[in-house]
């Protein structure tokens, strides 16, 4: 009995603690489920073992940001909850979204490839649901192929390939050699270099298809003296999204020449290079906690629980269609450490980003580059704009 | 009559000479050093080796000393304002980048971006007497006039948190626009503006009750939205008018600080940055961070006189008089 009043009085006392701290956010605490969902990945071949596989990738960015909605959410009354599901490689991931996640969670982090995304996205359970694709850089996704319960957080390839070619027009690097891999990334990273050439008036004046062997001491010494002799051009392009030769192609060309696209000068999210607009707290914040350098999953992980977080502190709720409203309102601004307000593109789901121009150990610039001009936002000129896009959400 | 005709002349002369002793520092963050420019002059004076990446900087309220953050040796510096000798050092924590000084001039609050707290210094004792925890990353930082508040701005968390300046507890938290950056109160302390650098925009709150009172936007033609990212606030003692550095739109813009209206935009240097007011609030200077200089703007004109090479990076502005 003595007990009981205690505690009553306990909890009383706490609840005037919090009222006077917080007077504005007295009520309970309002809860947010989110589910990570990934699968273990092989580990690929590389090409040398300068860069470590990493396991975790966007996981750790997700945690950062969860960590940072849980911050806010002291002082607002929120609760963010991640849990994280990792399929094994031989697993199967439909079998753990319907048992693990349908009817448990709203807000989903996908961690996965294309295929399997609209996979998901296309369950009845996904219905009501929002999943944040935090992997996937298919332009298909962002046209015919886009799923309205899916907004993608890192920037699809015709958004690289237009930052890409908004620095080489701006250099002046107006004839590419197009050199593309054999993989079915590279012939996709391809086809947006193509139409960003034709976009911003550039001209392919060779393509060629890597034919020779992913070995380096044959492909280095001989094959790409060879393999690059063709007419002039000012800059060699490159789509090789696995890594498998592009790397040897710097200082073996027959002539002189910049290389730009998967390899020498990339397009990405976010690099370790990048350190203005406050990038170099979250850089050293990432590092405090992952022991690591921030990937683009990682920054595309934090950005999606920080959109949502954000959403969920603004709309006062965690009700699915005022979140997903407000997310693709034009009063949703989120911070990415860029140097521009994020926004969701309305009709196709695409975050709106800078794309980070970086070498291996510099930041070279950051699209969309001075001087191309939009009428309402310049990072419209990257990627799908409304008109361009192809995507036509049906109404879940 | 000749007497006091001369007497009124030689205060005349007192006074103008006070106004060309009048001295502009700038910390300059790529140079590692400190700008000191003659504004009536228009001049560069000399450019004096301070410490380690110097962002943030306070004048003592009799103008004897310079506070400067150095970010990369993890301290805030004493300078001595007239010979430029570093006096001590004040433990700020790792990274200090903003900081705010007391009217008093003897408690300094300092932002430790890296781990989300507030830092209270005793500047007399040169020591931290407290660690305040607040949202991520807080940046803009300030202490109203009458020493009843001091806010701090988290830019990840998009809030302000009121501290009561006697205990050092958070009473309040108010959410704000996205990315909020600095914060200023009027010389009454009874409004509080800040900046929100995502959103584009400025809100400003009654410092009472802490409710909004106005939002204001910017347009500017010509640029687009994204580009307006307001920093640095201030607001003339009479609440005439307010200035507010737009950041990459490279423009300061002119607040009619009663009816809360844009009333004119102004041209200035690249990446405008923050803001400081001559003693006499007939100027103001702005730090520009791309162009690597700093506007002068007569206020009586609303136009923009002067801009004068800094060194690269300026950052913040004093100004001792």
Redesign the interface.
């Known amino acids: 009995m003595m007990r009981k009043s205690n505690r009553l009085l306990i909890s009383f006392l706490y609840l005037l603690l919090i009222s006077t ?5 007295a009520k309970a605490k309002l809860n947010i489920n989110i589910a990570y969902l990934s699968q273990e990945q092989k580990i690929p071949l590389q090409l040398s073992n300068l860069d470590p596989f990493v396991k975790n990738k966007g996981l750790k960015g997700a945690e950062l940001g969860i960590a ?1 909605d849980n ?2 959410g002291e ?2 009354g929120q609760q963010f909850n991640l849990v994280t599901f990792v399929v094994p490689i031989e697993g199967n991931i439909v079998d753990t979204f319907n048992k693990d996640i349908a009817n448990k969670f709203q807000y989903v982090i996908v961690n996965l490839n294309a295929e399997q995304l609209n996979t998901l996205a296309d369950l009845p359970a996904a219905k009501n649901m929002l999943l944040f694709d935090v992997a996937t850089l298919d332009d298909a996704l962002r046209n015919e192929q886009c799923r309205s319960n899916v907004l993608h957080l890192l920037p699809n390839r015709a958004m690289r390939a237009d930052a890409l070619a908004q620095y080489m027009l701006k250099k002046r690097w107006n004839k590419w050699f197009l050199v593309i891999g054999n993989s079915p990334e590279d012939r996709l990273y391809a086809e947006a270099l193509k139409r960003s050439a034709k976009r911003f008036g550039m001209k392919i004046v060779n393509e060629k298809t890597w034919e020779h062997t992913y070995d380096a001491r044959k492909t280095t010494q001989s094959d790409i003296a060879v393999f690059t002799q063709v007419d002039d051009y000012d800059v060699l392009v490159v789509a090789d999204d696995h890594g498998e030769f592009g790397e040897y192609l710097d200082y073996r060309t027959w002539l002189a020449r910049p290389i730009i696209g998967t390899q020498g000068l990339i397009a990405s999210a976010w690099h370790k290079t990048h350190e203005q607009w ?1 990038a170099i ?1 979250m850089q ?2 990432f590092k ?1 906690k992952a022991g690591r350098w921030m990937e683009e999953q990682d920054y595309g992980a934090y950005l999606a629980t ?1 959109a949502l977080g ?1 959403a969920v ?2 709309s006062l709720s965690n009700q699915l269609n005022l979140i997903k409203a407000y997310l693709l309102s034009p009063a949703f ?3 990415g450490y860029t ?3 994020l926004s969701f593109r309305n009709w196709d789901g695409q975050l709106r980003m800078p794309v980070l121009l970086a070498a291996p150990r510099s930041l070279v610039a950051v699209a969309p580059i001075e001087g191309f001009l ?6 419209d000129t990257l990627g799908f704009d409304q008109a361009e896009s192809h995507c036509q959400w049906t109404p879940q | 009559m000749i007497k006091k005709t001369s007497l009124s002349l030689a205060i005349g002369l007192l006074c103008l000479s006070n106004v060309s002793a009048e001295s502009v520092f700038v910390t300059l963050e790529n140079d590692n050093a400190l700008a000191v420019v003659d504004p009536i002059a228009g001049k560069l004076i000399k450019t004096i080796p301070i410490g380690q990446r110097p962002r943030g900087i306070a004048i003592s309220p009799d103008y004897k000393l310079l506070y400067i953050a150095t970010s990369d040796d993890n301290t805030i510096k004493i300078i001595d304002a007239v010979t430029f000798k570093e006096l001590g050092q004040l433990p700020s924590g790792k990274d200090p980048e903003t900081f705010a000084l007391n009217p008093a001039g003897n408690r300094i609050y300092v932002s430790n971006e890296d781990n989300s707290m507030v830092t209270v210094i005793d500047v007399a004792k040169k020591k931290a007497i407290k660690q305040i925890k607040v949202g991520v990353e807080p940046e803009g930082i300030t202490v109203s006039p009458d020493n009843r508040w001091l806010v701090s701005a988290s830019e990840t968390t998009n809030m302000l948190h009121w501290i009561d300046t006697k205990t050092n507890t958070i009473i309040e938290n108010t959410l704000v626009d996205p990315r909020p950056r600095a914060v200023s109160f009027t010389a009454d302390s009874q409004q509080l503006w800040v900046s929100s650098e995502m959103a584009g925009s400025v809100m400003v709150l009654d410092a009472n009750n802490q409710q909004l009172i106005k939002t204001i936007k910017f347009e500017i033609s010509g640029i687009t939205a994204d580009k307006i990212q307001p920093v640095g606030v201030v607001i003339d003692k009479e609440r005439h008018r307010a200035y507010v550095a737009l950041g990459p739109a490279n423009r300061v813009a002119v607040i009619n600080a009663q009816t809360l209206e844009v009333e004119k935009i102004l041209l200035v240097g690249q990446r405008v940055w923050n803001l400081a007011f001559s003693p006499d609030q007939k100027r103001l200077y702005t730090t520009n961070g791309s162009s690597n200089d700093m506007s002068i703007i007569d206020l009586d004109s609303q136009t923009v006189t002067k801009s004068i090479g800094v060194g690269t990076y300026p950052w913040g502005v004093v100004v001792k008089p």
């Open positions: 701290l917080h007077p504005a956010y940072d911050t806010t002082f607002t406050g707290q050293n914040r405090d920080r954000e502190t603004r601004a989120l911070n140097g521009a307000p939009h009428p309402k936002t310049e990072l």
